[in-house]
């Protein structure tokens, strides 16, 4: 069964500094893999997808890696803001035995601090 | 663009009542997964769908079930309500199921039970 672990739980740092989300899974049998942002009460936002055949992918101050066989990404953010501030969620699309199910962690809540 | 459109966004029901979620998904794409998320909680699989067919389930009850339309828009049924169900609920929808193509999700239906 897919596990998705996300690590910290919880951060925070101040504002300015570059800081990095990680995320584990057990099965490496995954199509994709995505990181979302979700602020309060509020819905998902795609923030980075990565495919099972690349490394990696970067879109502003944000940079996720993905290492496919050793079952880990990470999300990096840059000079971080107090608008960063969100849970963030990692999330497997997984392969295994035909399944097509997107798995996600338990998140990690980010604050920034001004 | 079209996006992964959910109704309604808000719903309070009493307990042992019957609510009614319904999911747009982005046209042509052809699966539609339905996930639960508590309180503090991430996001957790329910069910899924295929070409109008179930393909996919995860943990849920009994007392809800859902179904795909010929226009491929989905509803989540939920019955006898119970004060644990009070919960985001999140569609996404994604084509050509088992390649890896991004899923998109919704805003969410926010379902209190009272």
């Known amino acids: 069964k897919q596990e998705v672990t996300q690590i910290p739980a919880a951060l925070s740092v101040p504002e300015g500094e570059n800081l990095v989300l990680n995320c584990s899974f057990t099965?490496?049998?995954?199509?994709?893999l995505q990181w979302f942002r979700q602020d309060p009460g509020k819905g998902l936002t795609s923030l980075l997808l990565i495919q099972s055949s690349q490394r990696e992918q970067t879109s502003g101050r944000l940079n996720a890696s993905l290492d496919k066989s050793s079952g880990r990404s990470t999300l990096y953010i840059a000079a971080s803001q107090p608008g960063d501030s969100a849970t963030y969620l990692c999330a497997v699309r997984q392969e295994r035995n035909r399944d097509d199910k997107i798995i996600f962690g338990k998140g990690t809540r980010l604050h920034i601090l001004p | 663009a079209a996006g992964v459109i959910q109704s309604p966004r808000h719903l309070i029901k009493e307990k042992r009542e019957t609510a009614t979620l319904k999911c747009y998904p982005i046209p042509r794409h052809d699966t539609v997964y339905w996930y639960q998320q508590g309180p503090g909680q991430d996001p957790q699989f329910l069910i899924s769908f295929y070409e109008k067919m179930q393909s996919d389930k995860g943990s849920i009850p009994d007392r809800f079930s859902a179904q795909q339309f010929s226009d491929y828009h989905s509803e989540l049924n939920m019955s006898s309500l119970e004060l644990g169900d009070s919960a985001l609920y999140f569609c996404?929808?994604?084509?050509?199921?088992?390649?890896?193509?991004?899923?998109?999700f919704g805003q969410g239906t926010r379902l209190t039970v009272v």
């Open positions: 099965d490496s049998a995954i199509y994709n």
């Open positions: 996404a929808s994604s084509m050509l199921r088992g390649s890896g193509t991004e899923a998109f």
